[in-house]
């Protein structure tokens, strides 16, 4: 703008002048200012707070885009829950979600085999029997129904009340079911023959045969754990009081032998159990003696999964606060203490080696080497929660299951490996 005219603006010809500038003959040209901004650091802490961020749009299409999976199993419409592999050959996939409906399918190139419909509700538990030759499927409402994998036909079914977990048993034809009124039923497929276990009148919240095939042990949500005689129909011991869980179990795990159990509760401990005896033979907790016996459940670090290393005297903790504590069972110390930043939903450890592996609320996949404590890679690619994941026995591969309606199949098999 030429100042030479004066400094009086004539908006409209004749008319009256509206507003009266003042310019200084110093005010900076868009040149300068051009100049100024070169001198801008856009990455200022302070300017990390502003909602709508300095990324371009190709950084933000690479985040959005990272996705380290070699598959996307994408058919359900909803939640997907749980995830299971077959133990014969390792191939094939079951997948239960919200949409009602469980699929099983390859986890090579993600095609559907069938699909188990007839549910009334959220498919929370799907699984293989041993020998890989039937699936079974159960709803949140207590429908379980179970398929043939050759025939592709549901050759049983029968309802129970909520469901709170479902195994087969570990050598035989027979499953297991544990439920909303502490009840826990077998039977034999598909004659469907049947025995219950009467146990607390409170849910029979996790459950596992132990690898005898002769015993199951049960946690409850009042924090007892039972030791059934499957044959025999009996508790052999009952676990509570002082030196079980003051809160609900949420999770239980047995080593390669049977000989050790480890249960998990919302009391924060981790209590290592023989079922031979009915004894506590180890207590891990990270909180230390402070949660010991506390019963207020919101001040303490709900433990959500637990595991046995197959190779080293080890077991490994998930915590609610995204803390993997890796505990020496001989003498029941603290190893490790591997943070996350989020919630830990599941853990699992590789058959034959010291690595374990977490999924947790923020949507990653994690291995740890347990002898070092060391994160050994992670994985990324689901836009919301893993809720399940399993990995097959040469741990070269993972199959997830997401609160983004996707089950992923990641493959392990890396340079870093």
């Given amino acids: 703008m030429d100042n030479t005219e004066g400094n009086a603006i004539d908006i409209h010809g004749d008319e009256e002048i ?9 005010e900076p040209g868009p040149d300068d200012l051009a100049d100024d901004l070169e001198d801008v650091d856009f990455e200022e802490p302070g300017m990390a707070d502003d909602d709508e961020g300095w990324e371009t749009e190709d950084e933000m299409e690479a985040d959005e885009e990272q996705d ?24 094939l996939a079951i997948t239960g979600g919200e949409d009602d409906k469980a699929y099983v399918w390859r986890v090579s190139d993600g095609e559907v085999l069938f699909e188990c419909t007839g549910h009334k509700d959220s498919v929370t538990c799907a699984v293989f029997s041993h020998d890989s030759s039937m699936v079974a499927s159960g709803d949140m409402s ?30 035989a034809p027979v499953l297991l079911a544990g ?30 045969v132990l690898p005898d095939g002769k015993r199951a042990v049960v946690g409850y949500d009042d924090g007892t754990v039972r030791v059934w005689d499957l044959k025999q129909g009996n508790a052999c011991h009952v676990i509570k009081g002082q030196d079980g869980h003051q809160g609900a179990l949420t999770c239980l795990a047995c080593n390669k032998d049977g000989s050790l159990v480890l249960t998990g509760s919302v009391d924060g401990w981790a209590k290592l ?3 031979a005896t009915g004894k506590v033979v180890g207590a891990f907790s990270v909180e230390g003696d402070i949660a010991k016996g506390s019963k207020d459940n919101e001040e303490t670090n709900s433990v959500e999964s637990v ?18 504590a890796i505990y020496d069972i001989s003498t029941q110390s603290l190893r490790h203490r591997c943070q996350h930043e989020a919630g830990i939903v599941h853990l699992q450890w590789e058959e034959s080696s010291s690595v374990v592996s977490t999924c947790s609320l923020d949507g990653v996949l994690r291995l740890w080497d347990a002898r070092t404590g060391n994160m050994v890679s992670e994985y990324h690619g689901h836009n ?23 089950s992923k199949v990641f493959c392990l098999q890396r340079p870093d490996r």
């Fill in 273 to 275: 159990i023989n079922p």
């Fill in 142 to 171: 207590g429908m379980i129904k179970v398929w043939k994998v050759e025939t592709k036909e549901e050759i049983w079914s029968f309802e129970v009340g909520d469901l709170e977990w479902l195994e087969w048993h570990p050598c």
């Fill in 18 to 26: 509206i507003e009266v500038i003042d310019l200084d003959d110093t």
């Fill in 179 to 208: 439920t909303d009124d502490g009840n826990v039923w077998m039977w034999k497929i598909p004659s469907g023959d049947c025995k219950t276990f009467q146990g607390s009148a409170c849910q029979a919240t996790r459950g596992k």
């Fill in 68 to 91: 380290d999976s070699e598959l996307t199993f994408s058919k359900h419409t909803g939640s997907v829950f749980c995830v299971n592999l077959d133990p014969a050959t390792n191939s």
């Fill in 307 to 324: 595991g046995f290393c197959n190779i080293l005297p080890l077991v490994a903790v998930a915590y609610l606060d995204g803390t993997l």
């Fill in 384 to 406: 919301a929660e893993i809720l399940d994941f399993t990995i097959n026995r040469e741990a070269t591969l993972v199959v997830t299951a997401s609160g983004d309606n996707q």
